[in-house]
Antibody, heavy 124, light 106 residues
Framework: EVQLLESGGGLVQPGGSLRLSCAASGFTFSSYAMSWVRQAPGKGLEWVSAISHSSGSGGSTYYAGSVKGRFTISRDNSKNTLYLQMNSLRPEDTAVYYC??????????????WGQGTMVTVSS | DIQMTQSPYTLSASIGDRVTITCRASQSISSWLAWYQQKPGKAPKLLIYKASSLESGVPSRFSGSGSGTEFTLTISSLQPDDFASYYCQQYDSYWTFGQGTKVEIK
């Protein structure tokens, strides 16, 4: 079964850091670009960041303006895991964070598989 | 940045109704548009990709059309399982979602 499982969410103070993980199974993780999408309580979906299929310095990364310079996306294809390092967190970063898989193997596609989400709350 | 505008924001409909949701892009995105369904507390589910292609396993009562800047999602005969929120998404340049349309029971 194709599956994505996020972890690492929780309560953090403003200015703090958190690292989210997304464990993939049931498909060839290294062949697909991946993204993080968030949803603030009662609000719509917001794309956060994306990474091409390659690991390490060979991968291309992309960020929404609202998180650029604060968040870092990465992946470890040997562990089938996607990460999101979140620094300098703000109350407006409070949201459910989903990881999502590109539908095709060429980057820049719709998202066909989503995780169940992990909640991040930024509050003092 | 490409902006996506959905209408209506909320839609009240009855079982069996034909429902149409519209999505407009701030610039041409060719056919690089997807539609998702989301139920409360759940992850979004891909319904339509490339504007009109039905994702595997999605009922045929869902259909998408349009190209350039104007797109529609149509549910031909609304079923009880279809009461949910629906989002369009462009993937021509990065990724942007519309603000969502909530389909409620009339």
């Amino acid at each position: 079964e194709v599956q994505l499982l996020e972890s690492g969410g929780g309560l953090v103070q403003p200015g703090g850091s958190l690292r989210l993980s997304c464990a993939a199974s049931g498909f060839t993780f290294s062949s697909y670009a991946m993204s993080w999408v968030r949803q603030a309580p009662g609000k719509g979906l917001e794309w956060v960041s994306a990474i091409s299929h390659s690991s390490g310095s060979g991968g291309s990364t992309y960020y929404a303006g609202s998180v650029k310079g604060r968040f870092t996306i990465s992946r470890d294809n040997s562990k089938n895991t996607l990460y999101l390092q979140m620094n300098s967190l703000r109350p407006e970063d409070t949201a459910v964070y989903y990881c999502a898989k590109d539908r095709g193997t060429t980057m820049g596609d719709a998202f066909d598989i989503w995780g169940q989400g992990t909640m991040v709350t930024v509050s003092s | 940045d490409i902006q996506m505008t959905q209408s209506p924001y909320t839609l009240s409909a009855s079982i069996g109704d034909r429902v149409t949701i519209t999505c407009r892009a701030s610039q041409s995105i060719s056919s690089w548009l997807a539609w998702y369904q989301q139920k409360p507390g759940k992850a979004p589910k891909l319904l339509i990709y490339k504007a009109s292609s039905l994702e595997s396993g999605v009922p045929s009562r869902f259909s998408g059309s349009g190209s350039g800047t104007e797109f529609t999602l149509t549910i031909s005969s609304l079923q009880p399982d279809d009461f949910a929120s629906y989002y369009c998404q462009q993937y021509d340049s990065y990724w942007t979602f519309g603000q969502g349309t909530k389909v409620e029971i009339k």
